[in-house]
């Protein structure tokens, strides 16, 4: 078979008859090569539909396990069925919340609690890694699944919950039709090859994660799906005798590395290339690694859940194009809107608004939501409202200003709190920097991380990068940022730090 995917298992099984023998997945306790990855998959598939997964039907699976959890994701897709990967510290009211809003006929989890709270919920249960272990076991005969479920490229795939500040968290609905032009849009910039190894810190709850599956898939490399703690201080360790070349990272672990490759010189010689989403990378940080590893390429980006990708920089372009995320995906657009929606020219800032096939099909049963964001527009292709705010230059190259919670008021001025953790990331001695918007009476905070400078001489200093009224008036300094599980900074957290009185790991120096 040489033609393109056109349902998502189709990606594996292409891979599959490219280089059958070849490693597609591993972890530290095992791995499997495409022909294993492919035929376990359809195993699986029939041992849920033996459960009875049928088309359109919703699995939700919340665990640990990254390799059971990327078997299902294929095991789903052939039974024309929509799964939905959760963190898998996603327990009590937040999995109640998804239980009641997609309705699935399955969960699969590796916690006994979990199971008990799906059967409250009317909802069967498996343990994840009892499914495994049948679905590789190759000795005992499997149930088949149905050869054709009659699925669609533009029938739903994948269903990925995202938060909001104020709401329960919403699914994005995914078709195979989506998710396959974005992968390979992705893949068109990225170019993973078959000699990669692809070291991946993110949980497969995170979409930047699971895409990981798709973009190994498409180069044929081989993806090490790393648990979070080889994502902490033992992170070049792992990088190390994983052999590494590719580093799917957020800013939390890309600092980390910094740090620990300014130690060690000589270290990671083989990794080739760094990504990076879900906020701006220091200078500092860029600055480090490239010195440290000079063979190095660096790939930032821009994307939201709803249209997984948006824009990504050529290899090194941000030392051509400083402060931009990147350049439309092939196949798509980008342009800038104001507050009554009409267009505005290179260099204003404004609404962004994605279109081109890799928009998402809207949210799971929320119309008033899908008008808002999904606009019916003329074309052949859907338009997103991303509600994020940035500007264009002349060459079509993407800057980012701020997210629609991003922004906010403070002395009369509208402020980006994006902006003002770059300016801060500019200061000698900031490695990480996070701003807490105004909350009832408090203003605005900022919280940084550093040796040897105090709060003063950061807030002294990021006068030479941003207006002063733009500099909080509160700036503390702390050990480290917290964060979720998907590595970035836990806000909601941070603003319980801040607010605590006394505590010893926060202190305004």
């Known amino acids: 078979m040489n033609a393109s995917p056109v349902l998502l298992h189709e990606l594996l099984d292409r891979a599959a008859e490219r280089a059958p023998a070849a490693t597609a997945l591993s972890t530290t306790e095992a791995s499997l090569t495409y022909g294993e990855f492919a035929r376990a998959s359809v195993r699986l598939a029939g041992l849920l539909h033996e459960r009875g997964v049928r088309a359109g039907d919703r699995v939700v699976v919340s665990a640990a396990d990254g390799l059971g959890t990327a078997l299902l994701v294929f095991a789903v897709s052939r039974l024309g069925a929509v799964f939905s990967v959760l963190h898998a510290e996603v327990r009590g009211g937040p999995l109640e919340h998804v239980l009641r809003d997609c309705e699935p006929v399955l969960l699969v989890c590796d916690d006994t609690d979990a199971g008990r709270t799906a059967r409250d919920h009317g909802v069967a249960f498996r343990h994840l890694a009892d499914l495994v272990r049948d679905a590789l076991d190759d000795r005992r005969p499997a149930p088949a699944a149905p050869a054709d479920p009659g699925t ?16 329960l968290p919403k699914a994005v609905v995914s078709t195979h039709q989506q998710v396959l032009f974005a992968a390979s849009a992705i893949h068109a910039c990225l170019a993973y090859r078959a000699d990669d190894i692809v070291f991946c810190p993110l949980p497969l709850s995170f979409d930047y994660g699971l895409y990981q599956l798709y973009l190994a898939a498409l180069g044929g490399a081989r993806l090490h799906l790393a648990t979070a703690a080889e994502a902490g201080p033992p992170l070049l360790r792992h990088l190390e005798e994983t052999g590494a070349t590719v580093l799917p990272g957020v800013p939390s672990v890309t600092d980390r590395l910094a740090w620990l490759v300014r130690r060690s010189p000589g270290a990671l010689r083989q990794l080739r290339l760094l990504t990076n989403t879900g906020a701006a990378l220091a200078e500092s940080t860029l600055s480090a690694l490239r010195q440290a590893l000079p063979r190095l390429r660096v790939q930032v980006m821009y994307g939201l859940t709803e249209c997984k990708r948006a824009a990504i920089m050529p290899p090194d372009g941000d030392l051509e194009h400083p402060g931009s995320c990147g350049y439309p995906l092939p196949g798509t657009a980008i342009h800038v809107i104001d507050d009554e929606g009409r267009p505005l020219p290179p260099g204003e800032i404004g609404q962004l608004v994605v279109r081109g096939p890799h928009v998402m099909a809207g949210y799971w049963r929320r119309p008033e939501l899908d008008a808002e964001r999904f606009p019916r527009v003329d074309g052949l292709f859907p338009e997103l409202r991303t509600g994020d705010y940035g500007w264009l230059d002349d060459e079509g190259f993407l800057y980012f200003s701020g997210r629609r919670d991003d922004l906010y008021k403070e002395r009369g001025f509208r402020i980006s709190a994006t902006e003002v953790e770059a300016a801060a990331h500019r200061v ?21 991380v550093g040796d040897d400078i105090t709060s003063d001489a950061v807030r002294e200093q990021m006068r030479r990068h941003l207006e002063p009224f733009k500099i909080p008036r509160r700036c503390v300094r702390t050990d480290a940022l917290p964060t979720n599980g998907n590595g970035k900074v836990d806000r909601k957290k941070l603003a319980a730090l801040v607010e605590s009185a006394g505590n010893p790991t926060l202190s305004a120096k």
């Not at 000698?428 to 940084?448: E, Y």
Request: hydrophobic share 50%; with cysteine; glycine share 10%.
């Open 428 to 448: 000698a001695g900031v490695t990480s920097a996070a701003v807490l918007p105004p909350a009832g009476r408090r203003g605005a905070v900022l919280v940084v």
């Open 152 to 167: 669609l490229a533009v029938d739903p795939v994948c269903l990925i919950y995202t938060s909001g500040t104020t709401a």
